[in-house]
């Protein structure tokens, strides 16, 4: 039976051709299944996949804790200023709101998005 077109690395410089049996046939060329070229594809398309979700959660846990020391200063600064409760968590609200949006388009704009 014919052997698979892939070389493979034996772990130093060389290279040399995979000794699995050819089974499947892509682009004119016989493969072992580990080596198809569609497989490969695969692999690298869900691994690229996951790598992306991953990255998109750690920036995110990034952002929120670059904002949490900045809400936590608009906290400060707007409990100092007032004596009414109500009156404190309207105001608490607008201004967080602002700055958070502020904040997270800077964090934004440092990250290159």
Same mark, same amino acid.
């Given at each position: 039976?014919? /052997?698979? &077109?892939? @070389? +493979? &690395?034996?772990?130093?410089? %060389? =290279?040399?051709?995979? &000794?699995?049996?050819? $089974? *499947?046939? #892509?682009?004119?060329? !016989? *493969?072992? *299944?580990?080596h198809r070229p569609s497989v490969i594809a695969a692999k690298g398309a869900e691994r690229t996949t $996951?790598? @992306? &979700? =991953?990255?998109? #959660?750690? %920036? ?13 200063? +608009? /906290? ?6 007032? $004596?009414?409760?109500?009156? /404190?968590?309207?105001? +608490?609200? /607008? #201004? *967080?709101? #602002?700055?958070?949006?502020?904040? !997270?388009?800077?964090?934004? $704009? =440092?990250?290159?998005?």
């Open positions: 039976m014919p /052997l698979c &077109s892939a @070389t +493979v &690395s034996d772990g130093g410089f %060389r =290279e040399n051709p995979c &000794s699995r049996n050819g $089974k *499947y046939t #892509e682009g004119g060329k !016989l *493969y072992c *299944y580990q $996951k790598w @992306t &979700s =991953e990255m998109d #959660e750690r %920036r995110i846990i990034h952002q929120q804790a670059r904002a949490f020391p900045i809400a936590m200063a +608009v /906290l400060r600064k707007l409990a100092k200023d007032h $004596k009414d409760a109500r009156t /404190l968590t309207g105001a +608490v609200a /607008l #201004e *967080y709101q #602002e700055l958070t949006a502020a904040a !997270l388009a800077e964090i934004e $704009k =440092e990250m290159g998005l």
